[in-house]
């Protein structure tokens, strides 16, 4: 008897044939001998869920990313998503070169006007020299002086403190603008600021002190108003303003100050981002719960009821 055959009407003496190739889909030599009508399957009673299985059976990963969960459908966007990208949009809209120049210098502009309350804060912290007047001018009347230093050094101070903050405000006040846009305004305003600073605290007492070089008889002793020594402008081709000495000291202070906070900055843009877990979405709109994954091939079918 063959394993292929198992016919008992077959002679015993009668040799095994090879048992000839199966296609998909063929029947089996008992299907093909006992065919006949056969009953139809039963269908399962019981409620159905929309795709036609029951409430106990898992659908295949096919139907449910085809099945639109909690009401939208593939090709359907909720409110709340896209009201969320609106806003991400106008958050990173591309920024425009004309307005970003027009943003550089009043940033420019609005810093050096600062100048002016920088420079009186130094004549009035910086001390006067002592002089004498004498048959050829003025002379110390120390011979070694120290007011000229402490000069310096007020300025020096205050520059880098205002550099500082001059790039602590910029770095507020035009924060979609955090990056080269944001460094350079912070340094040529700061950088503008210096001369401009100079020349307002060295004219205070000025005109008193010329005044008193020309009038006053010799040996007489006046003050003279504070003034820098370790820095001031040369002018470049006759027609550009170069400053030199620790009237650079503000823009650096402002660029190692702007420098240090892009990078201890917690955005890798500069500039701030929505958190995990949050969204710019407002209180009433309506956020569509998350749709469950798909079961994976190998996990384990629940009971069927």
Partial sequence: MSPDYPDPARPVDEPDRPAP????????????RSSGPQPDAEQPSGPQTGDGSLPGTVPPPEAQLATPQHGYGPGDVPASAAYQSSLELTFDEPRRPLRTVATVLASVLAVAVLGVPFGLLWAGLAPDTPVLKTAEGAIYADPQPEQ???????FSLLGLAFGLLVALA???VLRRRRGPVGLLAAVLGALAAAPVAWQVGRRIGLATFDRLLD????????TKPAD????GVDWLLGVLPVPHGNLLLPAFGAAITYTL???????PGLRPEPEPGLSWVSAGTPVP???PEPPAPDAAEPPRG
């Fill in 21 to 32: 190739s199966r296609t998909p889909g063929a029947s089996s030599p008992e299907a093909e």
């Fill in 170 to 172: 910029l770095w507020f």
């Fill in 261 to 267: 906070l892009a990078g201890w900055s917690r955005w």
């Fill in 148 to 154: 000229p230093i402490a000069a310096d050094g007020w």
């Fill in 228 to 231: 820098l020594r370790a820095g």
């Fill in 289 to 291: 719960p998350t749709a």
């Fill in 215 to 222: 009038t006053a008889p010799a040996g007489q002793a006046f």
